[in-house]
């Protein structure tokens, strides 16, 4: 039977698999993630080719080591006026990044890849529009207080299947692609392949 491994810590995408039905096993890649984003950048590669470089190179780092198991990983970017997102590095950051996306729209890019034997065999990328609402400068340091560690593993600083949610006035595209993973296109995938039941 075809291993499935998942090439990402991210506790949210095993959580999606999981919950889905693919059995899977997670073996975490280290890619220098800012370094590879400098220097796309100052080749002027769009977003969407940032997000999808970062994904496979983690894929095939991880499909190097694991033979003939189908490697799936990921990697999402947030734009906003042109100006990429990251992760925030502490709550002064966190605070600094929602206050630069409250009242804006922003996009959200979730690319996915699948290695096998050491090479790509599929890639999607998933697109999610977003509008967030004028909240309060009260609200912000409330939503802040309560979940502060948990939102600084997550691009922009929000988890929309938790509290995440209220910051929001608008959501257009895919749910599964906002929390990381592309997930319909994934199962698509495994089921073309023979791995789930057509």
Known sequence: MTQIVLASG?????????RAGVAHRIDVSRVDEDAVKRAMAAEGAPPRDIADKLAELKGLRVSARNG???VLSADQILVCKGQMFDK??????????????????????SAAVICEGGRP????????QLIMRSFSDTYLEEYIAE??????????GYKLEEKGAQL????????????GLPLLEVLGFLR??????E
């Open 10 to 18: 991210s506790a949210a995408r095993s959580a999606m698999l999981e």
């Open 121 to 128: 065999v599929w890639r999607h990328i998933g697109r999610a």
């Open 168 to 179: 929001f006035s608008r959501v257009q595209g895919d749910y599964f692609t906002v929390l």
């Open 192 to 197: 073309a392949r023979g791995i789930l039941t």
């Open 88 to 109: 925030p590095r502490d709550t002064a950051d966190l605070r600094e990044q929602l206050r630069t996306l409250r009242g804006q729209s922003h996009e959200l890019l």
């Open 68 to 70: 003939d198991a189908l």
């Open 147 to 156: 979940g502060a560690a948990g939102l600084l593993d997550t691009v922009g």
